[in-house]
């Protein structure tokens, strides 16, 4: 179990450019989900993942958003002409499936998105 | 809509001190509750939780949370903290059929050697 890695760790962007991220999640973990986190606040949910299958977006998620799960493994998420407002931390998090602990997630490090 | 209220913001405790912060969520169904401890450039780790069974919980580092259904609450509590507990405490929960999580705002504790 090596945990959930992301990559980049760091984003600076000028607005207007699209960015791309990366999560590994553990391994055997069939469930991911994406958040974003801002100043001061919570980790906000934006989009999750079964296998490959996205199967529930938040309205945070504007159109300017892609994720995507090839082959239920690692996951991407794309954002589009970034804007300042897209400034945050965005974090991945994954969980098993199986009945042992249905909902204990397990967290990234995150990528520090900056739009300047 | 579900939702999750910290009531402290920011927290300053001295070494020893006992420790109590607040959570309360809306949500009229079962619910499942955590809370996620985030070290000073560390990643997000889950402290403890409650599914069902016994509302007194342990978690780690001598963390215990208390979940009172009547009051939509579950307090953590540590009674004697460390300067190592310096850190942002998140309660959260989840409700929802695929499993998401709704965080609070989070407190941040800082604690005096």
């Known amino acids: 179990d090596t945990g959930v890695s992301q990559d980049p760790r760091h984003k600076i962007t000028k607005r207007g450019q699209n960015v791309t991220f990366r999560c590994d999640p553990i391994?055997?973990?069939?469930?991911l989900y994406w958040y974003r986190q801002t100043l001061g606040q919570g980790p906000e949910f934006l989009t999750y993942?079964?296998?490959?299958?996205?199967?529930?977006k938040s309205r945070l998620l504007s159109d300017r958003f892609s994720a995507e799960r090839p082959k239920g493994s690692f996951s991407t998420l794309e954002i589009q002409r970034t804007e300042q407002g897209d400034s945050a931390m965005y974090l991945c998090?994954?969980?098993?499936?199986?009945?042992?602990?249905?909902?204990?997630?397990?967290f990234g490090p995150g990528t520090r998105l900056t739009v300047t | 809509a579900q939702s999750v209220s910290q009531h402290n913001h920011h927290v300053i405790l001295s070494e020893a001190a006992s420790l109590e912060l607040g959570c309360n969520y809306s949500?009229?169904?079962?619910?499942?509750l955590f809370w996620y401890v985030q070290y000073p450039g560390q990643h997000l780790q889950l402290l403890l939780k409650?599914?069902?069974?016994?509302?007194l919980v342990k978690g780690i580092k001598g963390f215990e949370a208390e979940f009172i259904k009547s009051k939509f609450s579950f307090n953590l509590r540590k009674p004697s903290v460390q300067w190592s507990d310096t850190a942002e405490y998140f309660c959260?929960?989840?409700?929802?059929?695929?499993?998401?999580?709704?965080f609070g705002k989070g407190t941040k504790l800082s604690v005096k050697p």
């Open positions: 949500y009229g169904g079962t619910v499942n």
């Open positions: 409650y599914f069902s069974g016994d509302p």
């Open positions: 959260a929960v989840n409700g929802g059929s695929q499993g998401n999580l709704i």
């Open positions: 993942f079964q296998n490959e299958a996205q199967l529930e």
């Open positions: 391994s055997e973990h069939n469930r």
């Open positions: 998090a994954s969980r098993s499936g199986s009945a042992g602990s249905p909902y204990e997630q397990y």
